[in-house]
T-cell receptor, first 112, second 114 residues
Framework: KNQVEQSPQSLIILEGKNCTLQ??????????LRWYKQDTGRGPVSLTI?????NTKSNGRYTATLDADTKQSSLHITASQLSDSASYIC???????????FGKGTTLSVSS | DTAVSQTPKYLVTQMGNDKSIKCEQN?????MYWYKQDSKKFLKIMFS???????INETVPNRFSPKSPDKAHLNLHINSLELGDSAVYFC?????????????FGPGTRLLVL
């Protein structure tokens, strides 16, 4: 069964610290993986999208990595800011036009 | 210049009523989606339309009926609302080019069934 598991479920860090969120998936065959950020009360916003051949991709202070062999991805946030407080959702697309599989998200709280 | 817009933003209604949620995108995208996000924040796809044709129809009650009058609009009509329908409903769109499509989400419609 195609699944996307994220950890931790929630995380609290101090402003200025770094953190790493994990995503493991069993979707096969695999097409691409994306990370979304969802602020409270808003729709998700895309941070990165990575295909099979990409190992790392950055978007400002956000860096996503992908290991297609072990079916793992991580999202690293550098020098966190209060505005990083949100849910981060990992989404995986299988091939041949299959539907997107969403993880349940990691809720990040950045405190001052 | 909102990319994906939904109306209404909030919807409070009684059990058994029929209601509609509207979605419009001005991005020129070919594909539109409806998602349901439950109280545990889990996003689940309900429907997907490509150029006005239904391409994904997950297991949702047939009380939910999407309607796409043109490729810029995808409305969601819900009959005989039930308590369990209370959730946030997100519309999204994408260009749907393989490998690179990014979904753009609307702000959500918060539905509360009493």
């Amino acid at each position: 069964k195609n699944q996307v598991e994220q950890s931790p479920q929630s995380l609290i860090i101090l402003e200025g610290k770094n953190c790493t969120l994990q995503c493991n998936y069993t979707v096969s065959p695999f097409s691409n993986l994306r990370w979304y950020k969802q602020d409270t009360g808003r729709g998700p916003v895309s941070l990165t999208i990575m295909t099979f051949s990409e190992n790392t991709k950055s978007n400002g202070r956000y860096t996503a990595t992908l290991d297609a062999d072990t079916k793992q991805s991580s999202l690293h946030i550098t020098a966190s800011q209060l505005s990083d407080s949100a849910s981060y959702i990992c989404v995986v697309r299988g091939q041949a036009g299959t539907a997107l599989i969403f993880g349940k998200g990691t809720t990040l709280s950045v405190s001052s | 210049d909102t990319a994906v817009s939904q109306t209404p933003k909030y919807l409070v209604t009684q059990m058994g009523n029929d209601k509609s949620i509207k979605c419009e995108q001005n991005l020129g995208h070919d594909t539109m989606y409806w998602y349901k996000q439950d109280s545990k924040k889990f996003l689940k796809i309900m429907f997907s339309y490509n150029n006005k044709e239904l391409i994904i129809n997950e297991t949702v009650p047939n009380r939910f009926s999407p309607k796409s009058p043109d490729k810029a609009h995808l409305n969601l009509h819900i009959n005989s609302l039930e308590l369990g329908d209370s959730a946030v409903y997100f519309c999204a769109s994408s260009q749907d080019r393989p490998q690179v499509e990014t979904q753009y989400f609307g702000p959500g419609t918060r539905l509360l069934v009493l």
